[in-house]
């Protein structure tokens, strides 16, 4: 079956740095991507997503390009906050019954 | 807030006991899917329903079982539970019978804690 491959955290970052969590797909043809994100003691919550190849999807400052090529679809911010601190999960819509999740990466962002 | 509600928040039993989680959709949405949540294995899907027909089957144990009512509310029954179910367990809808094209909504899930 289709999986979907994160970086594994925990990412611990200074407030202001950069932040990059790569993501990669196995699905064929042209599945949707998204990134979830899910904050302490909530439920998921979509934050960006991408339907076709070079597409950029971006939200709250976050951004990630479909790289079809690569089966990438990589989160970056340029400039993180104390409040990102969250998990974040990357997924693909590749099958049309579901939607598969990585495992989830948590970012903890310190003052 | 998601719209999607579930309950109980937290829910703590003992091994062999059998247990009912339930979710309402937001409003309008016909399909609802069961994940389950856990420390080592990420987020698994379990089973989807589209109008009250089973839609699609993940990795869902045979002790485990699901319906999807008129009203469109949910309900995912687990027996004979073992100390490895303790997680999280998370009900999502969406308007659109194929979830991979569009935004899944997500409650807040339900903390299942055998003993």
């Known amino acids: 079956g289709n999986s979907v491959t994160q970086m594994e955290g925990p990412v611990t970052l200074s407030e202001e740095a950069f932040l990059t969590i790569n993501c990669t797909y196995t699905?064929?043809?042209?599945?949707?991507l998204f990134w979830y994100v899910q904050y302490p003691g909530e439920g998921l919550q979509l934050l960006l997503k991408?339907?076709?190849?070079?597409d950029k999807g971006s939200n709250k400052g976050f951004e990630a390009t479909y790289r079809k090529e690569t089966t990438s679809f990589h989160l970056e911010k340029g400039s993180v906050q104390v409040s990102d601190s969250a998990v974040y999960f990357c997924?693909?819509?590749?099958?049309?019954?579901?939607?598969?999740f990585g495992t989830g990466t948590k970012l903890q962002v310190i003052p | 807030d998601s719209g999607v509600t579930q309950t109980p928040k937290h829910l703590i039993t003992a091994t062999g006991q059998r247990v009912t989680l339930r979710c309402s959709p937001r409003?309008?949405?016909?399909?609802v899917y069961w994940y389950q949540q856990s420390l080592d294995q990420g987020l698994q899907f379990l089973i989807q329903?589209?109008?009250?027909?089973?839609?699609a089957k993940g990795n869902i144990l045979e002790r485990f079982s699901a319906q999807q009512f008129p009203d469109l509310h949910s309900e995912l029954n687990l027996s004979s539970l073992e100390l490895g179910d303790s997680a999280l367990y998370f009900c999502?809808?969406?308007?659109?019978?194929?979830?991979?094209?569009?935004?899944?909504?997500f409650g807040e899930g339900s903390r299942l804690t055998v003993l």
């Open positions: 991408a339907t076709k190849a070079d």
């Open positions: 999502a809808s969406s308007v659109v019978a194929s979830a991979g094209t569009g935004e899944l909504f």
């Open positions: 329903y589209y109008n009250g027909e089973e839609r």
């Open positions: 699905a064929t043809g042209y599945p949707s």
């Open positions: 997924a693909e819509g590749g099958g049309y019954q579901k939607v598969t």
């Open positions: 409003s309008g949405d016909l399909s």
